[in-house]
């Protein structure tokens, strides 16, 4: 039996499904092992029950660990394959958004590229009517958000590969506030907002011509002036700056 560490009584339930998860990918449990009871873990860590099976639903949800009726709590065979995570409480700085932006501009560049090589007139007609819809929400007074995902969506959609879209999503759900914030900010400056659309505008028509390289370097510079937006933030406007840490 493995010896687990006594949590104080703030985040209980993470902090059990912490542990717990150390000990599957450090190999204490290997697929296929069985859990120890509910009873035995609330004995080791010192927690109620409750806690205990939220933790073990915790995992459960992320498929490392699944009940057998009658026999318990296994771990699974995929429990090797570690999911990719970002601590949300790591991303309420200007920095750590700033970095997920840099990681996103690699993978943008490249879904850029791969839509002008794979492009059908279907996508090309969809990446059209979202960057309209984005150009009519924005000139309607609106932030742009969820419209400006919808762009790169398009984008990536024409790329044929799920694991962009995928990948991107999983990105974009870290960068919410900080797209807010910084489209609430280009709304307020005409050169700012006038940048955006042409950055857009140099991407589509890249995509159109069917110009990998061009629609990566477009894809590229927009994403290198999204994060100069962003980090002109922590200059001219504190206040929305400190909304990032609420985040």
Known sequence: MPVFQKIPARALTDSVAEQ??????????????????????????????????EAIARLKYEGLVESRQGSGVFVT?????RPLRIDFTDTGTLESVLQIVELRRSIEAEVAAQAARRRTDTAMA??????????????????????????HRAIAEATGNPYFLKTLAFLSQYLETATRVTRTNEARREDFSRQVREEHQAIVAAIRAGDADAARNAAQTHMYNAARRLSQLG??????RDGLRSH
């Open 77 to 81: 065979d995929q429990a090797g394959i």
């Open 126 to 151: 969809n990446i059209d009517a979202a960057l309209a819809h984005l150009d009519a929400t924005v000139a309607e007074g609106g932030d742009g958000v969820q419209a400006d995902v919808a762009f």
């Open 20 to 53: 717990l998860l150390e000990k599957i990918e450090g190999g204490a449990f290997p697929r296929g092992a069985k859990l120890p009871t509910e009873a035995v873990l609330s004995e080791e860590f010192g927690v109620s029950r409750t806690v205990i099976r």
């Open 235 to 240: 200059e001219d406007t504190p206040a929305e």
